[in-house]
C-alpha cells in the first residue's frame, strides 16, 4: 500500500511538472492525469478491500 502511495505522490509531481511545461489541455497533460487517475482508483480498490476484511474480522 505504502507503494502505492509513492507511485501516485510521484505521478503527482510529474502532473504539475508536465502541466506547468505544457499548460493544462496539453495531450502530455491529458496523459500524466490518466495515469494519475489510475492509481488513484488503484488505492481507492485497494482500501476498499482491506476495509471489507476489518469488517469481517
Do not use: C, F, P
Not at 14 to 23: F, I, N, P, R, S
Not at 26 to 49: F, H, I, P, W
Amino acid at each position: 500500500m505504502n507503494h502505492l502511495l509513492i507511485l501516485i505522490e510521484q505521478k503527482r509531481m510529474e502532473l504539475v511538472d508536465t502541466v506547468a511545461k505544457t499548460g493544462l489541455n496539453s495531450a502530455a497533460a491529458m496523459k500524466v492525469s490518466r495515469e494519475l487517475d489510475t492509481l488513484l482508483n488503484a488505492y481507492q480498490r485497494e482500501q476498499g478491500k482491506q476495509q471489507k476484511q476489518s469488517a469481517s474480522r
